[in-house]
């Protein structure tokens, strides 16, 4: 009972929102880097801005911060108007891709930093300082400076810097793109872990969907300065809004077609799939792994596809299949020495209920 | 919106208050001189106390008298010499402590640093111990046996172009340097794996590259060495005259400040004529070409 | 192979070349320090004997001394003035995107390309009018005019190098622009400073060229008394002077490059 009341009340929590993007606009002379965002970010929420480089989405993150003052729109944090308030007095922490911590300091001094700027007294801080890098696992290396420390380690103070001040919100700047892919696995869950205790109200922008879909609850995916689909991990991953969503977020096979009336998708070359939906001309989003082993679905009628090449993906085999005149992706798994090659058919079936259908290319 | 234009305008006074101590002392101090000099140099008398009116009496002045232009015309030549002298010996030297490692440049770049901020007066005076007839040079030559006895080596024009070339000769080696690395070594490395040899590299590569820095370099080089007037003045005696020392002895020794004005913004036409026309003549088209290749 | 031995016949006249040069411009300077010691009354190399006894007569020489002590203190405050006002000129030109901005670059490097003798007349006679004609004062500004481009463009290269982030890393801080000037930018900049104020400090202090018109009567700095005694006679007291003077930059420019670098002393 008191486990289903805490969770009430987190959940009543959550429903506060914490910032409001509204209409946010930036110009930079003749170019627009971000027409017209809008979102709001709710307690203990952990956000991600997702998108290619260049889509608008650390403009964003820094409008937030206030780096850059947008050309119009607002900026609330907690319901207050921040849109002109400078940077310094809007309690948003932030941790940057190079982390940018102060060469000249030490961990402790650097972590210390915010603290003396709000006029802490010296036994606080230094009780808060201490308290902070057992967060984060680092007493131990309070008194070294930055440039003895490794990349993972570094990334440790600069969060530890920023939440040091007890933020109202937590800013992260592709994160992880500076570490080698390893490291890269173990320091996302322990940084998940670490703003999940902290409830840490969190916004963070990365290019790297696989980042997207663990960490998130939300994704907002950018694409030209604008949000294509704002939505959780399992949202954008199973049900794209958009074409840019679809070939952003995973892997897929686009097939251009018609949904026609009864409720059935008929590619340009006679490949038919069940469908609902506004009839007309539609892209059908399949999922490798919605590609299936005809005998695994038996109710769906099966298609002989042909293997135009089969790679070796470790648990699973990544298949590109042709079928009639379109081409499909197909993940699957085969026994040991049973790999199809290419050149041979396969008998497959495509599970109807995972196919979406996006708006077509224009 | 009013607010951020508001903002703007502030900051944009911010900025502004930040450059105004410099920009007005350059203003004050550099630009208002400069056409204090172009204004004295039109007064038709020979001093500035209680002149007034324009005239072109000291360009007359100046233009009718063959040797004015004499030594105009040597001083344009010395400054050529020495531009080319301080290119041909100050290339090599630019070129290669641009490919050296940077913990062997170190010493090197002190040897060429140190004499560039030592003050001009020590220099020469060290060149006028070196060339002296109890110097260096002469008891090496005759102890070589090339001289029987000791000559004057100073007071002439060799002396004079010898210590400018040494003057702004770590001029020439730091823009040398500063453009050679620039140039992706990768590229030399790909015409020499292209069966050039080091000759065609150089000519087909490093030139072509690094020509409008070095010459931007040199025109700074030739600014300089024709208004010297130190190291004529010590070492050239009155066989070897230039323009600068022409116009300081006008300026401290005559006290004839509109013909020394008018002496100078010769010299400073002459000097910026001599840029643009490099600019024009040289830099353009060759990163015209650099573009069309 | 033909052009195998051009290569190797100019790569061995441009070592000979490299010597010759690097010989060159540490010539004059040795030279002359050599030379200070002798015991001796004439220059002459090398030099007889060895003895402090120059040394000692430019310490008793007021005309000398005057005008080494007016030297540094010139060369200290125009440091000081050119350091204070080339900070904030690069600060802004470096971090303002503002219009015309390569335009007030340019200006700021052109006092390099004025030759002195056009600056020193002006000077005179702008300071002729404004009472300011021969004055310490006078002195001052002159030379804060020439080493005001070093020490921008020393400080704008460093500034580039500078990594933005880290004072937008203290401004979410808390940290007021004024602090993170304070505690972060000029902290980062020491190097670059150093490099500055020193290379503006050799500069004022070897300058001849503009203090010979602006330093007549009471302000003779030691280039010009050195000059103007060169130009009577060449004794070995010019030569313990000179070594002084050496001595002096040699040392500013090795604490540059101690602490900097020799890179980013020019």
């Not at chain 2, 010898?162 to 790909?190: C, H, K, R, T, Y």
């Not at chain 3, 690069?90 to 700021?108: N, P, V």
Request: include cysteine; charge should be positive; glycine fraction near 8%.
């Amino acid at each position: 009972m008191q486990i289903l009341a805490q969770d009430a009340l987190a959940s009543g929590l959550q429903r506060e929102t914490i910032v409001v993007f509204r209409n946010l606009r930036k110009d930079y002379g003749a170019l627009t880097v971000v027409p017209d965002f809008s979102l709001e970010i709710r307690r203990g929420e952990l956000v991600c801005l997702l998108g290619p480089s260049g889509c608008g989405k650390t403009t964003t993150l820094r409008m937030l911060a206030g780096f850059i003052s947008p050309t119009s729109g607002e900026i609330l944090i907690e319901g207050q108007n921040v849109t002109r308030v400078p940077a310094y007095r809007r309690d948003v922490g932030i941790v940057f891709q190079n982390y940018a911590l102060f060469p000249h300091m030490t961990v402790a001094k650097n972590v210390e930093y915010g603290l003396v700027n709000i006029g802490m007294k010296r036994q606080e801080r230094a009780s808060r300082v201490q308290d902070m890098l057992r967060r984060v696992e680092l007493q131990h290396l309070a008194e070294r400076y930055p440039r003895e420390l490794s990349g993972g380690q570094q990334q440790r103070v600069a969060l530890a810097r920023a939440l040091a001040l007890q933020p109202k919100v937590l800013l992260l700047d592709e994160p992880f793109s500076n570490l080698d892919a390893q490291l890269r696995v173990r320091l996302r869950d322990d940084l998940h872990s670490l703003i999940r205790n902290l409830k840490m109200t969190t916004l963070f922008v990365t290019h790297d969907q696989d980042e997207a879909l663990t960490l998130a609850d939300r994704i907002v995916v950018m694409n030209k300065g604008a949000a294509e689909q704002v939505g959780s991990p399992e949202e954008i991953y199973d049900a794209p809004a958009t074409r840019f969503v679809a070939e952003f977020v995973g892997q897929c096979s686009l097939l251009e077609g018609q949904i026609l009336d009864g409720g059935e998708f008929r590619t340009d070359d006679g490949l038919k799939l069940p469908a609902f939906g506004q009839v007309g001309k539609a892209t059908a989003v399949i999922r490798p792994e919605n590609v299936k082993k005809a005998r695994e679905m038996p109710g769906v009628p099966a298609r002989r596809a042909r293997i135009e090449t089969s790679g070796y993906h470790g648990a699973l085999t990544r298949l590109q299949l042709r079928l009639g005149g379109s081409k499909l992706i197909m993940d699957t798994q085969f026994p040991v020495g049973q790999k199809p090659k290419p050149g041979e058919q396969i008998d497959i079936a495509i599970d109807p209920v995972a196919v979406r259908f996006v708006p077509p290319v224009q | 919106m009013n607010s951020s234009t508001a903002e703007s305008e502030r900051r944009k006074t911010c900025w502004l208050l930040l450059l105004a101590p410099a920009l007005l002392t350059l203003i004050v101090f550099m630009l208002i001189p400069a056409g204090i000099v172009l204004r004295i140099s039109f007064y038709p008398g020979s001093t500035t106390i209680g002149a007034e009116g324009y005239s072109l009496a000291q360009y007359v002045k100046f233009f009718w008298n063959p040797l004015h232009l004499s030594v105009l015309g040597e001083t344009v030549a010395y400054a050529l010499i020495v531009c080319l002298g301080c290119l041909v010996l100050g290339f090599p030297v630019g070129y290669s402590l641009a490919r050296h490692p940077p913990a062997k440049r170190r010493v090197r770049m002190l040897m060429v640093i140190v004499p560039l901020t030592l003050s001009l007066v020590v220099v020469v005076f060290g060149w006028l111990v070196l060339l002296g007839r109890q110097g260096l040079i002469n008891n090496v030559l005759v102890w070589l046996g090339i001289l029987s006895s000791p000559q004057q080596l100073l007071f002439n024009r060799t002396a004079v172009v010898i210590v400018l070339i040494q003057q702004f000769l770590p001029f020439i080696i730091l823009s040398v340097m500063n453009v050679v690395m620039q140039i992706d070594p990768f590229l030399e490395q790909a015409s020499t794996s292209l069966r050039a040899n080091r000759v065609r590299t150089f000519i087909k590569v490093v030139i072509p590259l690094s020509t409008p820095g070095i010459l931007a370099g040199l025109s700074l080089i030739f600014v300089m060495a024709a208004s010297a007037f130190v190291t004529p003045r010590l070492v050239g005696g009155p066989r070897a005259q230039m323009v600068g020392g022409f116009i300081y002895d006008q300026i401290l020794t005559t006290s004839n400040w509109p013909f020394g004005a008018a002496m100078a913004f010769i010299l400073l036409a002459v000097g910026f004529g001599l840029m643009a026309a490099l600019n024009t003549a040289i830099i353009r088209p060759l990163t015209r070409g650099l573009h069309v290749q | 192979m033909f052009s195998d031995i051009v290569d190797r016949m100019l790569a061995g006249v441009g070592k000979l070349v490299r010597v010759l040069v690097y010989l060159t411009l540490i010539l004059p300077g040795v030279i002359v320090v050599a030379t200070s010691f002798t015991s001796g009354n004439a220059m002459r190399f090398p030099p007889t004997g060895f003895s402090l006894r120059w040394y000692y007569a430019f310490w008793e020489s007021s005309l000398f001394f005057d005008s080494l002590t007016l030297s540094l203190k010139l060369a200290a405050l125009s440091t000081v003035l050119s350091l204070l006002f080339g900070f904030a000129a690069a600060f802004a030109i470096e971090r303002h995107k503002f219009s015309g901005r390569e335009l007030i670059r340019g200006f700021m490097l052109s006092p390099l390309l004025i030759p002195a003798v056009v600056l020193g007349l002006g000077l005179m006679q702008l300071q002729v009018w404004i009472g300011l004609s021969q004055t310490f004062v006078g002195l001052l500004i002159g030379h804060v005019v020439v080493t005001l481009p070093y020490v921008v463009r020393t400080l704008s290269a460093s500034m580039v190098l500078l990594d933005q982030n880290l004072e937008q890393a203290a401004m979410s801080l808390r940290a007021k622009p004024a602090t993170v000037l304070r505690t972060i930018t000029i902290p980062l900049l020491v190097p670059g400073i150093i490099s500055a104020g020193v290379f503006a400090f050799v500069t004022s202090f070897g300058n001849v060229s503009l203090s010979v018109f602006l330093g007549a009567g009471g302000n003779v700095t030691l280039p010009v008394q050195v000059l103007a005694y060169v130009e009577q006679t060449v004794d070995p007291l010019v030569a313990a002077v000179s070594s002084v003077v050496i001595v002096f930059t040699l040392l500013a420019i090795l604490i540059a490059d101690r602490i900097s670098g020799p890179r980013t002393v020019i």
